[in-house]
């Protein structure tokens, strides 16, 4: 029987792989010698994950988060302020972008400051950061015009927060593997205490001493808070010298990494908008204003327990799962809650809070387990790097989120539906990514711990 030469090319044609398998199978290839380095060196690794300097580490780490975090926590009660008095001239969008623009330096530096980590440690970051956002506060007090505020909040100020977050983040990681989630959560549940703490001291002082001086005492606040972190926060890695401050792209061959990263993006698209609008909204559903201010001290509060709680949880029940819980509750509590507390004419106070706890502690995990679940992806002698590199990217999320929300808010008229289902949706999103890296990870059984 013979076989003919179009039938012969047909069956070779058919055994021959296609390009597309052939640049799949090449991909994999490069990045599995990676893959398994970083799952060799982190099992070769002696993790103290305890002890009185791990956790000295730990209290470091907490000082830092509750000065910078603290600050970020507390912008929508300084935009609320400068909307009604020195910058009352101004749309909210506008203003926004005061605080948009810290919130994206707070980030987009890690990209930089993640290398420096990597190959210098702590010291030349975190003293430099801690001098310059104590400056900045003071810079913030004089501030008279709109660039004032932009210069001395936004870049000094965001800068230097960027300079003592990154670090602190980066160092407990060094310390701790199997309790990670629950020291990183404990950690930040500074900035969780800093959203309480600044609000109430900043709505406390104002009327006594006025905004200059009461922004003087912030500052001094956060240079005795901020000497203590610098006292307690140590790394125990050699240094890693071929570090260089340029983003990781190769990372994302690595399709968990990948979706990991988008998810984060979605987080700080969102996360600002009920930090930066709710006392606005509250005081436009006719709230009396002094709880109007009070209420970002609600929404963190509620947050402390959200970002130590889900930690202890992730250790247990896996830190990707933990997350996709409470993100998809972030999303169903705005879009319940929230817009429920919208949509009705008369003011519901007790509705109001009632968000303000929910969102507030499913909220806290976006800012306690993202470090631990890039950290449970990466090879954790470039783990500066690959966290500089994810919040480099998720920072755009931070600059344009809320003067989008702002935009959508002005074009209507100053009803807040849309906003609020602007920041619902994104929450959807992110939960899609999210589950998309767990599944790249842990697989797609759902008894899986990952």
């Known amino acids: 029987m013979t076989t003919s030469p179009d039938s012969a090319s047909t069956a070779s044609a058919r055994t021959q792989p296609s390009e597309q398998t052939l640049r799949d199978a090449a991909a994999e290839e490069k990045m599995a010698p990676r893959l398994e380095d970083e799952k060799s060196h982190d099992e070769d690794i002696d993790y103290p994950d305890g002890g009185i300097s791990a956790w000295r580490v730990v209290f470091g780490s907490w000082c830092a988060m509750l000065v910078s975090f603290g600050i970020w926590n507390s912008v929508g009660v300084f935009q609320a302020y400068l909307s009604q008095n020195q910058l009352s001239h101004y749309t909210e969008g506008d203003i926004s972008w005061i605080f948009s623009t810290y919130s994206f330096l707070f980030f987009f530096c890690g990209v930089q400051i993640g290398p420096v980590f990597d190959a210098y440690g702590l010291t030349p970051l975190v003293i430099p950061g801690s001098i310059g956002f104590v400056l900045s506060i003071m810079l913030f007090s004089l501030s008279k015009e709109y660039y004032q505020f932009f210069l001395s909040f936004s870049v000094l100020g965001g800068i230097s927060c960027s300079l003592i977050f990154t670090p602190a983040i980066a160092a407990v990681n060094q310390w701790f593997n199997v309790r990670r989630g629950l020291a990183t959560g404990i950690a930040t549940t500074g900035g969780g205490f800093g959203g309480v703490f600044f609000p109430i001291v900043v709505r406390a002082l104002i009327p006594k001493v006025g905004f200059g001086w009461t922004l003087r005492v912030v500052g001094f606040i956060c240079l005795l808070i901020s000497t203590l972190a610098v006292l307690c926060l140590r790394t125990r890695f050699p240094r890693n010298k071929a570090s260089r401050a340029t983003m990781d ?91 429920a507390s919208s949509a009705i004419n008369h003011t519901n106070t007790g509705l109001m809070i009632a968000y303000l706890a929910c969102f507030g502690f499913a909220s806290g995990s976006g800012i306690s387990l993202t470090p631990v679940c890039i950290a449970q992806i990466s090879d954790m002698r470039e783990y500066g790097k690959r966290y500089g590199t994810t919040y480099s990217f998720a920072s755009l999320g931070t600059l344009t989120g809320v003067p989008i929300a702002g935009a959508i808010l002005n074009a209507d008229n100053g009803q807040y539906t849309g906003l609020i289902a602007f920041c619902g949706a994104i929450y959807f999103v992110c939960l899609m990514f999210l589950i998309l890296a767990r599944g790249y990870g842990g697989g797609w059984k759902l008894a899986t711990v990952y």
């Open 249 to 339: 792209l190769s990372a994302f061959y690595d399709r968990r990494f990948t979706a990991t990263a988008c998810a984060t993006f979605m987080i700080e698209w969102a996360l600002q908008i009920p930090q930066a609008y709710f006392t606005s909204f509250a005081l436009y559903k006719g709230v009396d204003p002094t709880l109007a201010y009070q209420m970002i001290a609600i929404l963190n509060g509620a947050s402390v327990l959200g970002r130590w709680l889900p930690g202890y949880v992730a250790d247990r029940f896996g830190r990707f799962n933990t997350m996709i819980v409470t993100i998809f509750l972030c999303a169903v509590f705005s879009l319940t809650l929230w817009l």
